[in-house]
């Protein structure tokens, strides 16, 4: 094995491979140190298994609705919840070999060793019992769930994001302990496919990081599915008999007790950093965690961190970015930063939601004087012909001098038509500007000319 390399990558998942990927087009030695399986966050256990089975729970969703439609079904819909594993399993390993593809025809100057790293010193790591020299170290492996401390939760037994990818036998009854993107997902996964699902949530309003009005919207339209929701609560304590769950908790001030055959835990997730010994290598935590500067540099000029390990955005978008511009700033002589601001945020449960830029919260929040523009998706004519009228689109826009500052979405095919207002706000656009652009009749993305022609 070489002893030194150009830069040693420290987890070969989204932003570890985007920054191998960029060295290697520099001619660079990279080394990936991965614990392995090889895939990443995304793949295996986040983006695209998640996203594979929330696919068919809306289909499940749909076929349930499909008499409103004119479309009615000699019998009620079966699941086959061991074959949509099955597929998802598919098509993950199809995603994770194309991955190995790449690697491999770049073997010249890309290195795959599997083994847990942890820094002998600034300049060196050990892994398998080898100690290897870099000049550049890049810190993506990732982020781990967050399990608290809640009396009787080791002991009673619970599923994770991970396992509940991999179920089979769908539960009856489900409690979700949390209320951010995971929870809203999976909930709705298991509500679409028929089990009744609970949610407990700590904050007074569930996705407590979104615009108050997104989450309120979700919410409401969440219970009509038939999904119990608590917010403002306080858990006391978990146990279990033969057959079931049980979980009290405080709402509000009032004492109450679930009981449920399976307890899912979503409250989010945290960087993982505790195989590294990063002391040794001089890189300073601050609770626990990394801070880089804008251009993802560690206290240790030549320790870069991206992806989860930042502990910026934990989204995979966000995570391919700092992988490339990490590799550009460590091999270039002009140092790149990711506009956080530009990165388009987005939740697959359906409906769906997205939003880029400033949000109404975070405007409040700030006082900052804005104009706010709001069309509801009943006034949309395809979203009439499809019977998508949940939801609505939000503009933010600076009242001076009518620059477009954030749009919200929730609704149908949020994720994809959010792209639209991405170079809106790249190329700073006005409602004018926008009012100039002709949208094609009828679709989901017209909301935006809808939306422009109420304002101006």
């Not at 001089?282 to 989860?308: C, E, M, P, R, S």
């Amino acid at each position: 094995m070489k002893e030194v390399y150009d830069l040693v990558i420290l987890g070969g998942g989204s932003a570890g491979y985007a920054a191998a990927i960029i060295a290697a087009e520099k001619k660079k030695s990279v080394l990936i140190i991965e614990k392995g399986p090889f895939g990443g966050l995304c793949i295996l256990k986040g983006c695209m298994p998640s996203k594979t089975l929330l696919y068919s729970a809306r289909l499940n969703e749909l076929m349930k609705k499909a008499h409103k439609l004119g479309i009615v079904l000699p019998q009620e819909p079966v699941v086959n919840l061991p074959y949509i594993i099955h597929r998802k399993d598919k098509i993950i390993q199809g995603f994770a070999d194309y991955k190995k593809e790449v690697l491999e025809k770049n073997k010249k100057y890309i290195r795959l060793v599997y083994g847990t790293a942890e820094f002998v010193s600034p300049k060196e790591v050990r892994v398998n019992n080898i100690k290897i020299k870099g000049k550049y170290f890049l810190i993506a492996t990732g982020s781990k769930i967050f399990i608290p401390p809640i009396e009787g939760l080791q002991e009673t037994g619970y599923l994770t994001s991970d396992e509940a990818l991999e179920i089979k036998k769908l539960p009856e009854s489900l409690v979700i302990l949390g209320a951010g993107a995971i929870a809203m997902e999976l909930g709705y996964y298991f509500q679409s496919l028929g089990a009744k699902v609970t949610i407990l949530q700590k904050n007074n309003q569930i996705l407590d990081h979104m615009d108050h009005a997104s989450a309120k919207e979700v919410e409401e339209i969440f219970r009509k599915k038939g999904m119990q929701i608590y917010t403002g609560v306080d858990i006391k304590r978990i146990s279990k008999d033969d057959t079931k769950k049980k979980i009290e908790f405080l709402h509000k001030t009032t004492k109450k007790m679930i009981v449920t055959d399976e307890i899912l835990l979503a409250l989010g997730r945290r960087p993982n950093l505790e195989p590294l010994n990063v002391e040794k290598a001089g890189i300073k935590l601050y609770n626990g965690k990394l801070k880089t500067n804008k251009f993802l540099q560690t206290n240790v000029k030549h320790i870069y961190a991206a992806g989860d390990a930042s502990g910026n955005l934990l989204v995979v978008n966000v995570a391919v970015e700092e992988g490339k511009i990490a590799a550009e700033n460590m091999f270039s002589s002009k140092n790149k930063s990711l506009n956080y601001n530009l990165v388009p945020m987005a939740i697959f449960c359906h409906p769906e939601i997205a939003w880029i830029g400033l949000t109404q919260r975070q405007a409040e929040e700030q006082k900052l004087k804005v104009k706010i523009g709001k069309l509801p998706y009943e006034d949309l004519g395809k979203a009439v012909c499809y019977d998508e009228t949940e939801g609505y689109i939000k503009f933010i826009i600076n009242p001076k001098d009518k620059q477009i500052l954030g749009v919200e979405i929730v609704g149908y095919a949020a994720s994809d038509i959010i792209h639209e207002a991405l170079p809106l706000l790249y190329y700073k656009a006005t409602l004018e500007d926008l009012k100039k652009m002709p949208h094609i009749h009828p679709t989901f993305g017209e909301i935006y000319s809808y939306l422009v022609d109420e304002m101006t």
